[in-house]
């Protein structure tokens, strides 16, 4: 029985599982993680992780391995994932975090199985409506937060304000910013653009007693530009924002080592700069921004990418460990008591 | 009266017109648009644009300015920019269009306003439910195209095939590339991705009898990539992707510079790179792709960004000649026959 923080390893989920699973863990544990105080129930066919460990010692000094035979495939549906993945390495290690045996689980596999799993077996905050996933995004001075990328393709205003509240929790909690600003993703700023929804939304926001620091429309630029802390927008548009800025930082760096090679002045000149050089490809790295958050939720659960390798799994862990040692869960309850205060809801009594 | 290929501008539209308008076309003259046979219809207040021309002796050898006092405002409504635009720079430059007196039309002002007259003043395409503003992506090998990126904020399944169609044939007659292929913009690959909209149109891509080279879902980094030539979207999608695109590559411009000049060896490395540098940055400038094109109406018309500087000015204007010059406007109607042959459309006939 492991002691102390756990994290709950999903090791089957990715599509290099479990190989960069395990090579993340142990990547965490000499960089990142170095001195943390982090344990490891990992989940996953033991036959293909005993290998992996004999080369991973940090790993396996700091781990246990609760062995399941069955994955949740990478392209499964949710709603099979639902009815037939109980004991499998995701729900098995969800559902640690349920127990109590883990204080955060962390899987590279299927988002909508993930999804639906934690919603059943964690269960959503009283009176979330939908669980948001957010991302954070590099810029200039450190970090935004950008939600929701990828749970729910539509939302009615309501989700939105929801996912403000959502966000700002998560911000405070782990950025340690008293008042973070919170904007909503809109096609120009002035008062009248959008469509219904995020007039609404808007509208919603500007009249709230929330107390939220919310700053109106921002626009696609405003994220990188580090112009506001939490941006607010459906999991359709957020999800292509993000992978529009993934596949336009990878362009770049393609461009930038194309330039440092293109002759021999160049190439000399490359090599006197490779430290500077070496600390901007990290910060412009989208590993860097790997570990979504599942928001609203009674429990922490992070997604990586399927297709990171260890250094952006690793980061993922990184992540997880923060969000585990931060105040996030008694931020979101404070902050959804004001909301449901607000809007005069009633949870259940419990008897 | 000029004569030859007359682009008509709208010298008073964008935050800093008319000086970079007029300044846009002078360097426009001096480099993309060396030795073209291009000549300039200049809408605005002749009092403003008189002294410009004094030191821009190349454009006025080649304008001509039609004298207007009435400008659209940049926040102005499209509703009151119908009702009062008769006369302004952006009606009469958009109108000089249609009585053929320019082949292109072009603004940095309004774009609600340029949509609403240019539909007006010109006539959507028969069968044209509502016109797309296509931009151009730079990507590794080229440029991508990505519409609608903001006149229509939703769209139906038939809108975005209709956009499949406009777009296949820019591409087709500005890329001279016979099969354009064509991608579908969603969260995923696999087929059940996406909302009730993104799937209708998938399924009517796929069946569509059009022969157009559609290649199913598409990625927000595919499109940087270059993994695809046509990328459609609905313009709040299209316009938050192409504005997080452009934040991203102007953070990773600070990234680079910050990372040139860390200490005396890089600024001495910087220094031996700068031929490679600057290269590298021309590609990265969002000014590269400036000059959005409204497709679908009777008639060419292209949008600068209001905020744009002279050089990403005289990016749209290379738009401008470039769709005047091609075989455009012959492409979309071959297009659009098949569509309404496909559908079983039966035009308006004339008597």
């Known amino acids: 029985m492991l002691t102390g923080l756990v994290i709950s390893v999903d090791a089957m989920g990715g599509d290099a599982a479990p190989d960069i699973v395990i090579n993340g863990i142990e990547y965490f544990l000499k960089h990142e993680g170095k001195g943390r105080h982090a344990r490891f129930l990992i989940h996953g066919d033991e036959a293909q992780i005993t290998p992996l460990l004999a080369k ?42 349920k127990t109590g045996d883990a204080q955060v689980a962390i899987s590279a596999g299927n988002t909508g199985a993930l999804m639906a799993m934690s919603k059943l077996l964690l269960r959503m905050k009283e009176g979330v409506q939908r669980p948001a ?43 340690k910013k008293e008042k973070p600003s919170i904007g909503l993703l809109n096609v120009g700023t002035e008062d009248k653009k959008g469509n219904a929804v995020i007039q609404a939304a808007h509208d919603s926001l500007s009249c709230s007693q929330l107390g939220l620091n919310y700053v109106g429309f921002v626009e696609g630029y405003d994220i990188s530009m580090g112009n506001v802390d939490v941006i607010v927008t459906d999991g359709f548009t957020g999800n292509i924002a993000l992978k529009t800025a993934e596949g336009t930082a990878r362009l770049l760096v393609t461009f930038i080592t194309a330039a440092l090679q293109d002759n ?44 990171t390798d260890h250094i952006g799994y690793a980061n993922a862990l990184s992540v997880a460990l923060e969000m585990a040692d931060s105040t996030y869960l008694e931020e979101i309850e404070n902050n959804l008591q004001t909301l449901h205060d607000e809007d005069g809801y009633v949870g259940a009594v419990e008897t």
């Open 133 to 175: 996933i957010a991302a954070r995004w590099p810029h200039q001075d450190g970090f935004g937060v950008v939600l929701d990328v990828g749970a729910n393709l539509e939302c009615d205003a309501n989700q939105l304000r929801e996912f403000a509240v959502l966000g700002e929790a998560y911000y405070r909690a782990i950025f």
């Open 264 to 307: 021999i002045w160049s190439k000399m000149a490359s090599i006197l700069n490779l430290p500077a050089l070496r600390r901007m490809k990290k910060r412009m790295d989208p590993r860097t921004g790997n570990g979504g958050v599942f928001l609203g939720l009674n429990g922490l659960v992070i997604k990586s990418h399927g297709g």
């Open 56 to 97: 991973t010692p940090q790993t396996r000094e700091r781990c246990e391995i609760a062995h399941t035979e069955s994955v949740i495939a990478m392209d499964a549906k949710p709603s099979f994932a639902m009815r037939r993945g109980k004991g499998s390495s995701m729900w098995n290690a969800v559902e640690a975090v």
